[in-house]
């Protein structure tokens, strides 16, 4: 594609250049050659009308004009097809005179000498701008049909080819499974490919087949297309990657085309791997449009079809494609010989969120302090594209700060921010609404620390962000893959802990939880419809798991009667209340640490783990505020330390460069010796006061002792070691003693010399 591109940036410069030289040789064409040349003698025979031009013709000419132009002179005979104001440059006979000849000539039509003759000094011929012009315009019409003609031709070559494929890469891929965590299973399975790619003697002589086609089935995020980046990396052949809804445009037939040219050139670059991503945009169920039909969707998927497993072999190409809605493919795209596999790229659990943090966090300065195990649990949820983005988050939120690493507070704000945006700290709140929104989000905080079943509280927070007034993050011990009834009643319960402090304290409700409503509502709903834990209704589902694919399911229906229906509305009241009642009792039989945890909130406006265990340990305010405050006061003491030290070091390496720069200057001749050791003794000075830095606290001591050494006697000081030494028994005396003992010799010694 560059080697086109640079063809046609070339061929537009040569016409140009082309161009641009034939109109300035304009400007240097003698047009006055194109008449016959005669000489001065025959001038007065033209003008006397007895020049004959030979012997074959006889016949005597007469000049009717006669025009001098420099030292030229441009005659028209009379009868001649030119008129006499057109350009002497096409007169019928031209000759070269001197200014005495021209003088005569001139007198003698003027005496009337020659009565029938006209003369002209310097005649009204055309410019040149009446060449150029013309000029001007074929070359304006070239250019517009060569612009029409790229146009037409498009941007990758000939006029036809948008039938071609557009392949993204062919490079080999740099990703290595190393480079991937939480994925051990996946990896595993595509390992048989890779070996299949880098050694296929070894399976054929068993007969097996390596699969054709492997289909990667996940949410969004989860790392698709990374590994299958990681199956190029590895098996080091190229990567073909395209999407889906490349194949698919405007004109019929393209899209087939496309599927074919794709596979042209994956034969040629064999072995490789060609992937398709968002196979779903192309490889949709047939037949399942409204209009039904033969669309070009359908055209280009059965060209996919017949391409993958027809009759034309495809060995060494293996195709693998990533989508997340499996369930709406064509049953013939994924059927064993064309896609022989599937594999289902799960959420990553908590093992593999660690891995995936450790990975992305190699490369950014991470605080000693950071636990890795914890962000893994808080990360419930997350998706490799979500860590990641999380991190980065992080990343910029400690820069903003100013911070030399990246602490546990900037990780959690950047979980906080994925999943529910930025703080909106300037938004105007009043005094009431903060107070309303302390004591929300301490009863829900109160209720998840004494159910059972709750997940732990990570962080509390009344900064209101994104439609949130405040928030309430959890952290769960373990990916629970199931949920059990008293979890999942506990969890409503705590939900609801919010509304029930509103109406404890202020004895009044507002809308603040909507939310909270709604996803209580939710979890009771889906234990009566779909996970059987109705006592009345029992091991029955009534709802449907299946996602509704509109071209194939037009219409949904309840499977079950009005009176079936009645019932289950009924089981969700009886558990909202249940547990509503049960989430009342618990916030009233604790109303005093609901108190105290809305007093730390309304000072602190965050507050995490430690601290919530703080309060209900029975700790006041007062206390929790101030070891918050020793904690801040430590970490940015911390942070200045570890901030001044990379300032030394950055410092030190400046120097560095700015020596290295200096030896070249000096070779080059631009600055002198003098000049660059001035540089060389300053950059000695400043790291010899860091290294009296490092040692001051040594030195200190040493001057101490061998002041104590001057004011007292060497020998008497020594008398009185002895003596300690033989009253005191303990281990430790002992120990300290000799310590001392050895100090003031070493120190007797640097006296000594100095």
Known sequence: MNEKKQGGFKLSYVIVILVVLLLFALLFVDFGDNGRRIDQSDVKDLLNGTYTISEEEPTPLKATFVYFKNSVGYIIVEGSRYQSNQMPTYSDFYFNCDSSFMNSIREAIENGEYTDVGFDWAPAGMSFWDILVPVLYIVFAIFIFWMLYRMVRGANGNAMNFGKTKVKSYALSKVKFSDIAGMDEEKAELQEIVEFLRNPKKFTDLGARIPKGVLLVGQPGTGKTLLARAVAGESKVPFISISGSDFVEMFVGVGASRVRDLFDQAKKNKPCIVFIDEIDAVGRQRGAGLGGGNDEREQTLNQLLVEMDGFEPNEGIIVLAATNRSDVLDPALTRPGRFDRQIYVHVPDVKGREGILRIHARNKPIDENVDFSVLARITAGFTGADIENMLNEAAILAARAGRPKIIMEDITEGINKVIMGPQKKSRVLTEQERKLTAYHESGHTILAKKLKYCDDVQEVSIIPRGSAGGYTMSRPATDDMTMSYNKANDTIAMSMGGRIAEELIFKDITS?????????????????????????????????????????????????????????????????????????????????????????????????KEEVDMVLSGKKTEEIVKIMDEKEKKQKEKEA?????????????????????????????????????????????????????????????????????????VEKKTKTIRKTTKKTEGGNAKTETKTEKTETKKNDNKNEEG
Do not use: C
């Open 512 to 608: 603040g939880a909507s939310s909270d409503i709604q996803h209580a509502t939710k979890i009771a709903k889906a234990m009566v419809y779909d996970w059987g834990m109705s006592k009345k209704i029992g091991f029955l589902s009534l709802g449907d798991s299946t996602q509704v694919f509109i071209g194939r399911d037009y219409q949904t229906k309840n499977d079950f009667s009005e009176k079936l229906a009645g019932i289950a509305d009924e089981e969700i009241m009886t558990i909202l209340n249940n547990n509503y009642k049960r989430a009342k009792q618990v916030l009233s039989e604790n109303i005093d640490i609901l108190h105290e945890m809305a007093k730390l909130l309304l000072a602190r406006e965050t507050i995490y």
């Open 641 to 713: 330390k570890i901030k001044a030290e990379k300032d030394k070091q950055d410092k030190l390496a400046s120097y560095r460069k700015k020596i290295a720069e200096g030896e070249k200057l000096v070779k080059m001749g631009i600055i002198t010796e003098a000049e660059l050791d001035n540089l060389k003794q300053d950059y000695v000075k400043f790291e010899q006061s860091l290294n009296q830095e490092s040692e001051q606290p040594k030195v200190e001591t040493k001057t101490k002792t061998v002041t104590a050494k001057v004011e007292q006697p």
